[in-house]
């Protein structure tokens, strides 16, 4: 019996990580530390001190993309929650940079971290967490089902209206 349990977590690790580079799961972790569970070290300029969570999750759809990175869907597989991942591809800002450039992108990738997580307000998007994979941080956030600019559109159509 006990052979037949090991062989099954033995299975159940080696499809777990098929799926983990395939980038269709992952998981966020968060032990107010630099080094991941796996035991990969975030880059210097990224130490930041981050909030206690572990979840794992997949990936969805993308929903947009930025200067830094790109935005899209996932689930929480705990609780079936959505909630929003951004990815940032440290390989890509390194190479849109001149070698001089690229410590002061990362100090400034860190700072918009380090400002999310210190914002606490309920009309603000929570941060959840942060999970670095290889060359890719993952910032999981609340996901919000609107923009501000499709918001602020609807208010003026209504005040149109009214």
Known sequence: ???NQNNIENRENEIEQKLR???Q??????????TTTSGSTLDP????????????WRRGTRIGQGGAGVAFRAINSSNGSI?????????????????????????????????IMSINHPNIV????IEKYKRTI?????????????????????????
């Open 83 to 115: 909630v929003c991942m951004k990815e940032i591809q440290l390989s890509s800002i390194a190479s849109r940079s001149l070698p001089s450039t690229y410590p002061e992108k990362l100090r400034r990738i860190a700072e918009e971290i380090d400002m």
């Open 25 to 34: 799961i992952g998981r966020i972790y968060n032990n107010n530390s630099t």
């Open 21 to 23: 580079e395939r980038k």
């Open 126 to 129: 929570r941060y959840f967490g």
């Open 138 to 162: 993952y910032i999981c956030m609340e996901y919000c089902l609107s923009t501000v600019n499709e918001f602020l559109n609807d208010i003026r159509a209504f005040q149109k209206r009214a």
């Open 1 to 3: 019996h006990e052979r």
């Open 45 to 56: 300029v990224i130490s930041l001190k981050t909030r206690n969570i572990a979840f794992p």
